[in-house]
């Protein structure tokens, strides 16, 4: 009961920052969750270790290189009175799109120098994780709220 009332507290003690952080855990946990049951139905053997490396290599890069590109769905510099598209191409074609494709090239270069033998695992589970990741925070909300003009 009491191991319940902490982690109910420490969940709900998250700012928005660090519910990116929160979600990137259990997007992490989730992709994991999915290369088990893979492995299960498939009857393949996953490496869960090297799964695990590259996931959180994804998840972080993503968070990371989100926010080196300025990826923030509540702050734009577009001025509040612009068209609705010129909002969106702003946001999710422009500053995702960067982070997105930068994700996937250093997830590519660094699989190929460090894992080159499991490339496609290592690729997979970077570029996989981090999807996960959009999609569970896209799920739970973290995207929704209106951008307010950043000055």
Same mark, same amino acid.
Do not use: N
């Given at each position: #009961?009491?191991?319940?009332? %902490?982690? +109910?507290?420490? $969940?709900?003690?998250?700012?928005?920052?660090?519910?990116?952080?929160?979600?990137?855990?259990?997007?992490?946990?989730?992709? $994991?969750?999915?290369?088990?049951?893979?492995?299960?139905?498939? /009857?393949?053997?996953? /490496?869960?270790?090297? !799964?695990?490396?590259?996931?959180? +290599?994804?998840?972080?890069?993503? #968070?990371?290189?989100?926010?080196?590109?300025?990826? /923030?769905?509540?702050?734009?510099? +577009?001025?509040?009175?612009?068209?609705? @598209? #010129?909002? @969106? !191409? /702003?946001?999710?074609?422009?500053?995702?799109?960067?982070?997105?494709?930068?994700?996937?090239?250093? +997830?590519?270069?660094?699989?190929? %120098?460090?894992?080159?033998?499991?490339?496609?695992?290592?690729? !997979?589970?970077?570029? $996989?994780?981090?999807?996960?990741?959009?999609?569970?925070?896209?799920?739970?909300?973290?995207?929704?709220?209106?951008?307010? !003009?950043?000055?």
């Amino acid at each position: #009961m009491t191991a319940l009332y %902490l982690a +109910i507290s420490f $969940l709900t003690r998250f700012t928005a920052m660090q519910s990116r952080k929160l979600h990137g855990l259990i997007a992490f946990a989730l992709f $994991l969750v999915a290369a088990v049951v893979y492995s299960a139905l498939s /009857d393949k053997p996953v /490496d869960l270790w090297r !799964v695990a490396l590259w996931s959180m +290599i994804g998840v972080g890069s993503y #968070m990371v290189l989100s926010r080196l590109f300025g990826f /923030d769905p509540h702050r734009t510099r +577009i001025a509040e009175c612009a068209p609705a @598209y #010129m909002h @969106y !191409v /702003d946001r999710w074609e422009l500053r995702l799109g960067q982070a997105t494709l930068s994700m996937l090239g250093g +997830i590519v270069v660094a699989a190929r %120098l460090f894992d080159a033998e499991y490339f496609v695992t290592a690729v !997979v589970s970077g570029t $996989l994780s981090a999807w996960t990741y959009f999609a569970f925070r896209w799920y739970v909300g973290g995207y929704r709220s209106p951008a307010a !003009v950043r000055k």
